[in-house]
C-alpha cells in the first residue's frame, strides 16, 4: 500500500511526499505534533498539519536564518532563538567561534524531545553542548523579562496561527529590540513571497519601526510553501550588506551559506522589492 501525506499550503496548493512510515504523532498542550518518514525528504517534522523541517533541506533554512546576522554583528557572544525547537538553529549558531553563549526559547518542551528522539542532526546541539541553555518558556515573555542582553535574536516561529500569532505583532518586535543590546541585530522568518506577501510588508514595516537598518533578504526551501521562503533582519548599527566579505566566517560544514551569499541573498527579484517598496 502506498501512503502519501498532503500539506494544503493555500486553499488551492499543497505538497504531498511518498512517506515510509509514521514514526510518531501526539498532541501537545501547544499543537499536533508529527515525524513522518518520506521518501524524497527523509524524516520531516511537522506542526499542525504545517512541515517544519526536513532532514534533507534544512539546512538552507537553519543557516540563512542565522548566519547572516552573526556575521553583520561584530561580536556575537550571546544569541537567542525563540521557537526553533528542533535545534537546527542553535547548532548552526554554535559553529561561529565568537559565539559565547546561545539561548533556545521554546514554548513546547515535546517538540524538543521529540526531535532530539527522532531528528538527531538536526537537534545535535541541544544534547549537552556547553555552550547551550534550553528554557522551555513563551518567547513573547521572556523578551518583556530581559531588557538589554543579547547581541542577536532569532525568530524561528511557527506560522503566525496559534501560539506564534504574536510573534508578528509590533507590540512583540518593541520587546524584542528593547532585549537586544545598543548594537543588536535581530532575524525573522517571514514567510512566501508568493503567498503571504502581506506577512512580509507588515512585518517590514512593524520591524523597520524600531530597528533604523531593516532588510529582506531570501533563500529556496523546496518543501515550504513556494520553495521561495524569506527573512527580515532589522540592526540597531550594523549594515549587513557593508561588511567586510573576508571577515565572513563560512564553517566548512556550511552547504549553502558563503561570503557570496552573504550578499546575493540581500539582492531581491523585483516581485519581492515591491512588496516592501
Ligand atoms: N522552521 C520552521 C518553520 O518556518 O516552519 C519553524 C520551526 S520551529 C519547530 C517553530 C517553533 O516555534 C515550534 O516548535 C513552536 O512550538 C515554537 N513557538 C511558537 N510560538 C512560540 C512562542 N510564543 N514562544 C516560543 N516558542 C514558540
Not at 150 to 179: H, M, Q, R, W
Request: hydrophobic share 40%; net charge negative.
Amino acid at each position: 500500500m502506498e501512503l502519501w501525506y498532503t500539506e494544503k499550503q493555500t486553499p488551492n496548493v499543497g505538497i504531498t511526499c511518498k512517506i515510509s512510515r509514521t514514526l510518531h504523532t501526539e498532541t501537545t498542550p501547544f499543537q499536533e505534533l508529527a515525524v513522518i518518514d518520506t521518501l524524497q525528504f527523509g524524516r520531516m517534522l511537522v506542526l499542525d498539519g504545517m512541515v517544519q523541517t526536513t532532514v534533507v533541506d534544512e539546512f538552507v533554512y537553519h543557516e540563512m536564518i542565522t548566519h547572516v546576522a552573526l556575521n553583520t554583528h561584530p561580536n556575537p557572544e550571546k544569541v537567542m532563538v525563540i521557537g526553533g525547537g528542533d535545534g537546527g538553529a542553535i547548532r548552526e549558531i554554535v559553529k561561529n567561534p565568537r559565539v559565547k553563549k546561545a539561548v533556545l526559547v521554546e514554548i513546547d518542551e515535546r517538540v524538543i524531545e521529540v526531535s532530539k528522539q527522532y531528528l538527531p542532526e538536526i537537534a545535535v546541539a541541544l544534547m549537552g553542548n556547553p555552550k547551550v541553555e534550553v528554557r522551555v518558556e513563551d518567547g513573547i515573555k521572556h523578551v518583556q523579562e530581559h531588557k538589554g542582553e543579547y547581541d542577536i535574536i532569532i525568530i524561528d516561529s511557527t506560522e503566525p496561527v496559534g501560539p506564534a500569532v504574536e510573534l508578528f505583532s509590533e507590540d512583540f518586535y518593541k520587546n524584542v529590540y528593547e532585549c537586544l543590546k545598543d548594537d543588536g541585530i535581530m532575524v525573522a522568518q517571514t514567510e512566501s513571497p508568493f503567498y503571504n506577501r502581506d506577512i512580509i510588508k507588515n512585518s517590514y514595516a512593524r520591524i523597520g519601526n524600531f530597528f533604523p537598518i531593516t532588510k529582506l533578504y531570501f533563500a529556496t526551501v523546496p518543501t515550504y510553501p513556494s520553495g521561495v521562503w524569506t527573512f527580515t533582519l532589522g540592526s540597531k548599527k550594523y549594515n549587513p550588506l557593508t561588511v567586510p566579505k573576508e571577515k565572513i566566517f563560512v564553517d566548512p560544514t556550511n552547504k549553502y551559506y558563503n561570503a557570496d551569499v552573504h550578499f546575493g541573498a540581500f539582492m531581491l527579484p523585483n516581485f519581492i522589492a515591491e512588496i516592501i517598496k
